[in-house]
């Protein structure tokens, strides 16, 4: 189903009494079989755990597209690296944690953040991460196919890094991606 962002569907059904046969699959509820004869796309108002480490982590680039959450936890993802080359990507690594956000957000609203100009190929993967307070909790992360081969934009570390003195990100954290601007 091109073009369907959200696998929520609602269902305009027809109901047929018990013994009419329509040689279509029914779907049996109580004594009354129910057909779905088409689908089609609702927007799903259900928020969704998501855990942001690259441009997503700034409230303004998040507003630009449309997302406004009403709160943000800091978070640590173990098992990956970030590198910035020239923007921010994660690649599996089994020594190095991320720091980042995790907020509520739809599906739409995901939708329209990683169709906004300018972004590139992300992934959605399912992820757990650890909040503040150590509490574990599962969340999508959106991750490139492979990290870039550029040097590292600076005005864009220097957002990253301001923004993640703002939440409070570990200093080793922020000086680990300080350090990314010679790699």
């Given at each position: 189903?091109?073009?369907?962002?959200?696998?929520?569907?609602?269902?305009?059904?027809?109901?047929?009494?018990?013994?009419?046969s329509?040689?279509?699959?029914?779907?049996?509820?109580?004594?009354?079989?129910?057909?779905?004869?088409?689908?089609?796309?609702?927007?799903?108002?259900?928020?969704?755990?998501?855990?942001?480490?690259?441009?997503?982590?700034?409230?303004?680039?998040?507003?630009?597209g449309?997302?406004?959450?009403e709160?943000?936890?800091?978070?640590?993802?173990?098992?990956?690296?970030?590198h910035?080359?020239?923007?921010?990507?994660?690649?599996?690594?089994?020594?190095?944690?991320?720091?980042g956000?995790?907020?509520?957000?739809?599906?739409?609203?995901?939708?329209?953040?990683?169709?906004?100009?300018?972004?590139?190929?992300f992934?959605?993967?399912a992820?757990?991460?650890?909040?503040?307070?150590?509490?574990?909790?599962?969340?999508?992360?959106?991750?490139?196919?492979?990290?870039?081969?550029?040097?590292?934009?600076?005005?864009?570390?220097?957002?990253?890094?301001?923004?993640?003195?703002?939440?409070?990100?570990?200093?080793?954290?922020?000086?680990?991606?300080?350090?990314?601007?010679?790699?």
């Open positions: 189903m091109g073009g369907i962002v959200s696998s929520h569907l609602r269902f305009s059904c027809e109901t047929i009494a018990d013994g009419h329509s040689g279509v699959n029914h779907i049996h509820a109580g004594s009354r079989r129910t057909i779905a004869t088409d689908a089609v796309p609702v927007p799903s108002r259900r928020r969704i755990s998501v855990f942001f480490y690259g441009s997503f982590i700034r409230r303004d680039v998040m507003a630009r449309g997302l406004n959450p709160r943000f936890e800091v978070a640590r993802l173990s098992g990956f690296e970030i910035i080359s020239p923007y921010a990507a994660l690649t599996p690594s089994t020594q190095c944690s991320v720091y956000v995790l907020v509520q957000a739809t599906h739409e609203e995901l939708a329209a953040l990683y169709s906004m100009d300018g972004v590139g190929v992934h959605p993967e992820v757990v991460v650890e909040t503040a307070g150590g509490k574990l909790t599962p969340a999508l992360c959106y991750i490139p196919p492979s990290a870039g081969d550029g040097p590292a934009d600076r005005d864009y570390l220097d957002r990253l890094v301001a923004a993640g003195r703002e939440y409070g990100f570990p200093d080793w954290y922020l000086h680990h991606l300080n350090e990314r601007r010679s790699t």
